[in-house]
C-alpha cells in the first residue's frame, strides 16, 4: 500500500503561480501512472491531468491545458503540480492519487488551493 501526502497549497492572486508536491511512501510511485484530481464543495471530483511511470508523457483536462504541467522526480518519490496563469475557478482541494483518470486509488489527504480575483 502505497501513501500520498500533497503539499504546496495555499493563497493566490489571479495570474499567479504555485508548485503541489505530492510525496509518496509505503511503495516506490515508479510503478504508477500517477494523476492529480480537484474538488469544489457541490462538485464531482474533477480530473486535472496524469502522468506515466517514466515521466516521458502527459495528459492534461482542456480546461488547464497550457497552464499546469505535471512531472515527477521518482527518485525521491514524489510528483508535482506546477499551476501557472491561476485562475479563480481554479479554486479547489487538489489531491493526487495512483493510476489513471478513469482507475485511480490511494488518495491524498488534499491540499488547498485558493486563488483570489
Known amino acids: 500500500q502505497v501513501q500520498l501526502v500533497e503539499s504546496g497549497g495555499g493563497l493566490v492572486q489571479a495570474g499567479g503561480s504555485l508548485r503541489l508536491s505530492c510525496t509518496a511512501s509505503?511503495?516506490?510511485?515508479?510503478?504508477?501512472?500517477m494523476s492529480w484530481f480537484r474538488q469544489t464543495p457541490g462538485k464531482e471530483r474533477e480530473f486535472v491531468g496524469s502522468?506515466?511511470?517514466?515521466?516521458?508523457?502527459?495528459d492534461y483536462a482542456d480546461s488547464v491545458k497550457g497552464r499546469f504541467t505535471i512531472s515527477r522526480d521518482n527518485a525521491k518519490n514524489t510528483i508535482y503540480l506546477q499551476m501557472n496563469s491561476l485562475k479563480p475557478e481554479d479554486t479547489a482541494v487538489y489531491y493526487c492519487a495512483t493510476g489513471t483518470r478513469y482507475a485511480n486509488s490511494n488518495w491524498g489527504q488534499g491540499t488547498q488551493v485558493t486563488v483570489s480575483s
Open positions: 502522468i506515466l511511470r517514466s515521466g516521458s508523457s502527459s
Open positions: 509505503g511503495r516506490t510511485i515508479s510503478v504508477y501512472i
